[in-house]
């Protein structure tokens, strides 16, 4: 079965958040539909700045995890957001920003895109973020199932 790669652009600040979405994408992950990538996979004596932009320049889809701390990085500033964006203008990837903490983004080169959760509130602003994520991983459902039909 044909497999999307996603890989997770975040702030290390908003480790226990990018967890708990993770945990949400379980079942799709399970189905064999999805298989996540994140910096934490990286193994000692792997030269890690490679070993991110190996991943981002083959992930089907990039969700950037959108926060104060996640815009204040200068490493994804410089190196994920400018290649995700350059493989968002080309169309070889799927860029999906997901808020997770209320901050300033309009500016940003991925405002122009459709944001998660629905609305675009942040997650940290639910009651119960679990409805965020649920929602998140729902939409994100939607997306790959999309793009796996089309590659049929």
């Not at 990018?18 to 379980?26: F, G």
């Not at 934490?40 to 969700?63: M, Y």
Request: glycine letters at 4%; aromatic letters at 8%; a negative charge.
């Amino acid at each position: 079965m044909p497999q999307i790669s996603v890989f997770l652009s975040y702030a290390h600040e908003d480790e226990s958040m990018k967890n708990e979405l993770d945990k949400h994408l379980v079942m799709l992950k399970r189905s064999g539909k999805l298989k996540v990538w994140q910096d934490r996979q990286i193994v000692a004596g792997q030269e890690w700045d490679q070993a991110i932009l190996n991943e981002l320049q083959t992930a089907d889809i990039i969700l950037l995890l959108v926060s104060v701390d996640f815009n204040a990085s200068q490493y994804i500033w410089e190196k994920e957001l400018s290649l995700a964006m350059q493989r968002h203008e080309e169309g070889s990837a799927r860029i999906i920003p997901i808020i997770l903490r209320p901050c300033e983004w309009s500016e940003m080169p991925y405002a122009k895109l459709q944001a998660l959760p629905s609305g675009a509130q942040p997650v940290s602003t639910f009651e119960d973020p679990d409805v965020a994520f649920t929602d998140i991983a729902r939409q994100i459902r939607g997306v790959v199932d999309f793009m796996l039909q089309s590659r049929a």
